[in-house]
C-alpha cells in the first residue's frame, strides 16, 4: 500500500497534538506518534495494516505508532475528536499498547471502566488547551499517561503482547533513518547514501521511499533543508548567503530556486512577510500530497470534551 510519511508541528515542549473534524475523511498516511480518534457523532470506517474497522458514537480508535490507516472518503458523517502523541511519553513504561484490535467500542470501554478515565482525558484537554493556565501542557500529558496506563492494566485481556500488530523492526529502521535526514540536512547526502544506510539497492531504496513519505529522496531532503532555511532567516543572525551554505546548498543560484520552489517567493521577500509561521508550517506538507489540514470538508469545532 502506498502512504505518505506524515510530520507534525507541535505549539509546545509536550508533543501531544489536538483537534476535532466534522466529516474528516483522510488518505493512507502512517507517522511515528501514537494516534486516538474518539467518535463524538456518527460512524468512521478506517483501514489498517492489519485490519478494517468501523466505530460508532461513543467508540475509540486506536493507532499505533508506524501503522499505515486511512478512512473510507466520502461515506463518513461524524464527528471526530483526535489525540495523536510522541509515543516517548509511554515509552519509559511500556512500548505501544499491541491491541488485538484498533476498536475499543462504547461497551468495551464501559467493561474496562475506561469511560470517565476517557471523559476525564477528554475535558482535561479541552479545558488546558481553552485557557492555557501555567503547567497545562504538563498537567495533559500527566492525563494522558494516566489513561494509557489504565488502559493497559484494565484492557490486558485485548492485549496481544506476543505479536504486535506492527512490522516495528521496519518502521524503526526506516524511520532512523528520516531522524538521520534531520540530523545531517546540511550534509552531502544522496540517493545512494540512502540505500547504503539502510543496506538496500539503489533502485529499491527509491521505491521503498516514495511509498513511505509519498516523496522522492531529493524532495524530501530539499524539504527540510528549506524549513531549516526559513527558522535561520527568522533569527536574523545570518546573511542568505551563509544560511544557504549551512543548509547543505553549494552556490546561493540553487538555493534561491529551490527556495522559491516550496515558498513561491525569494529569501528576501520572505524576510518581508508578516506570518512567516504558515510557511514553515506547509513546507514539509507541500513535499507529499495534503492532508488532514487542508481536507475541502474541514470543519474544527470547540467542544466542551464532555463524552
Known sequence: M??????????????????????LAFVPHWHTEIEM??????????????????????DLIIVESGEIHYSNIGKNTNVLEFIIFDPAIINSIFKGFNLKTALLTKNTLKKSQLTKHLQALL????????????????????ELRKFC????RNAAYLINDDQPKCQRDRIDEFQSFLDYLERNYSEDISLSDG?????????????????YTGSTFVRYLNAI???????????????????????GYNNIRSFNRVFKEFTGIAPSQFMKVANQDEYIYKIRKSAHIEHTEEF????????????
Open 123 to 142: 475535558y482535561t484537554i479541552n479545558y488546558e488547551v481553552k485557557y492555557k493556565n501555567k503547567f497545562y501542557d504538563e498537567i495533559i500529558e500527566a
Open 296 to 307: 475541502e470538508n474541514k470543519t474544527i469545532l470547540n467542544l466542551n470534551g464532555s463524552v
Open 37 to 58: 480518534i474518539y467518535i463524538r457523532e456518527g460512524a468512521l470506517e478506517v483501514t489498517l495494516e492489519s485490519e478494517s474497522v468501523r466505530g460508532t458514537k461513543g
Open 225 to 247: 533543508r528549506i524549513e531549516k532555511a526559513l527558522e535561520y532567516i527568522q533569527k536574523k543572525e545570518q546573511s542568505i548567503i551563509e544560511i544557504a551554505y549551512d543548509c
Open 2 to 23: 502506498k502512504a505518505f510519511y506524515e510530520t507534525r508541528q507541535y505549539e509546545s515542549h509536550v508533543k501531544i497534538w489536538h483537534r476535532v473534524y466534522r466529516n
Open 195 to 211: 540505500a547504503n544506510y539502510l543496506n538496500l539497492n539503489t533502485s529499491y531504496f527509491s521505491t521503498l521511499f516514495k511509498d
Open 149 to 152: 496506563l489504565l488502559l493497559k
